[in-house]
């Protein structure tokens, strides 16, 4: 199992694993510069891609990078509910999910790759217009999640750009897997 994979039932110790290692990843990088870089980066990312492609999976059983897309709107739709949540209400309790249900039961991988991003844009800079808002001391206004415990505004932001750059790197392998796309093939003389 991927250190970053992130089952539907976790203990505690695997919680604190998942949040320990995303925040590692994150380093000492800004987590609000970190969140502005994802949608450049995803369109660098899936330039030259066809939409076979971007439904193909990784392997059998694994996300395809549409499914990855479509985790990453889901995704921003949770942490935007959650930021306002702790920002407006007295320690609020912060529900997890269960990510491979919502893949299945929304039919992640279906939608079109540029609807998907549209989709994230408007999220992200909506929730990062909220960051910006912020008066310095409800960085540290918390919430109860139920799987992690206290989290911050502060950590909730940082644990987003980890987990940006978590699937920034997951779609860079599931894309590089499959080879060069066609395009490049033909651009650097290989077979057309």
């Known amino acids: ?14 919680s ?10 994150l380093g000492d990088r800004d987590p609000l510069e ?10 660098t990312l899936l330039a030259g891609l066809s939409d076979a492609r971007l439904r193909r999976p990784e392997a059998p059983g694994k996300w395809s990078i549409l499914m990855v897309l ?28 269960d990510q491979d249900s919502w893949a299945q039961r929304l039919r992640y991988g279906q939608a079109d790759a540029e609807v998907l991003l549209e989709e994230l844009d408007v999220l992200r800079r909506r929730n ?11 960085w ?10 206290p989290e911050s505004v502060a ?23 499959a080879g060069p796309p066609a395009g490049d093939l033909a651009q650097s003389g290989g077979p057309a």
């Open 1 to 14: 199992m991927s250190k970053f994979s992130n089952p539907s039932s976790r203990a505690p110790g695997e």
């Open 16 to 25: 604190s694993r998942y949040v320990r290692d995303l925040l590692e990843l």
């Open 34 to 43: 970190v969140q502005r870089c994802l949608i450049p980066e995803l369109r």
């Open 70 to 97: 479509d985790h990453l709107v889901d995704q921003e739709l949770v942490t935007g509910y959650r930021l306002r949540a702790v920002v407006a209400e007295p320690e609020p309790e912060l529900r997890g999910y």
């Open 128 to 138: 990062l217009r909220l960051l910006a808002a912020l008066e310095p001391g409800e």
């Open 140 to 149: 540290a206004r918390a919430g109860r999640h139920a799987e992690r415990g």
């Open 155 to 177: 950590r909730l932001t940082a644990l987003m750009a980890g987990h940006d750059l978590v699937h920034r790197a997951q779609i860079a392998r599931i894309r590089d897997a």
